[in-house]
DNA sequence: GCCAACGTTGGC
DNA sequence: GCCAACGTTGGC
């Protein structure tokens, strides 16, 4: 099982619509980056990943899971980009924001701090239990 | 709204 | 294959 994490700007595609696709899904369609798209397809059904709210409250929101590995990006007819789907697995109890995590001991070397530009990304088993428990879930 | 950081595109 | 120009992301 690896751990990950995927950006979206709430404005565009927020946490409570995500929730709302349920059990089924969404496509994580978009993605028109070789280093997101690469993660993707490095993805397994049930690996699980954080969701965070770029822009707009800048945290970590909740936990999804990789429901569909990566296929063609339905948005797009350009062979090269291909997307995982995901669904919501359960909220944090407290929200993690971006500030939190800048100070936390043991997420220095975190991606989101250190590349805030790529919107899916890896994430270690230590960064997911240190960030698991500032959001009040089990990991 | 600004702008730094970064990725992509395309001319040469 | 280099690199300047351009576009986008996302924190501030």
Same mark, same amino acid.
């Given at each position: 099982? /690896?751990?990950? =994490? ?24 978009? &993605? ?6 690469? /993660?993707?397809?490095?993805? *397994? ?8 709210? %770029?822009?707009?409250? *800048?945290?970590?929101?909740? @936990?999804?899971? &990789? ?6 990006? %339905? ?14 697995? *359960? !909220?944090?109890?407290? !929200?993690?924001? $971006?500030?939190?995590? *800048?100070?936390?001991?043991? =997420?220095?070397?975190?991606? =989101?701090? /250190? /590349?805030?530009? $790529?919107?899916?990304?890896? &994430?270690? !088993? #230590?960064?997911?239990?240190? @960030?698991? #428990? $500032? ?5």
């Amino acid at each position: 099982m /690896n751990y990950w =994490l995927f950006k979206s700007e709430p404005d565009t595609w927020s946490w409570d619509q995500q929730v709302a696709r349920g059990a089924a899904g969404e496509e994580w369609h978009g &993605v028109r980056n070789y280093q997101a798209r690469n /993660n993707m397809r490095a993805m *397994k059904i049930g690996d699980r990943g954080f969701y965070y709210h %770029s822009n707009v409250g *800048k945290e970590i929101v909740g @936990i999804v899971e &990789v429901s569909a590995e990566s296929a063609h990006d %339905s948005t797009t007819d350009d062979p090269r980009w291909d997307c995982v789907h995901i669904r919501a697995v *359960k !909220p944090f109890v407290t !929200p993690v924001t $971006l500030e939190t995590c *800048k100070v936390q001991p043991g =997420l220095e070397k975190m991606v =989101l701090i /250190n /590349n805030s530009r $790529l919107s899916v990304q890896p &994430v270690s !088993p #230590e960064e997911w239990r240190i @960030i698991c #428990e $500032l959001g009040g879930v089990d990991p």
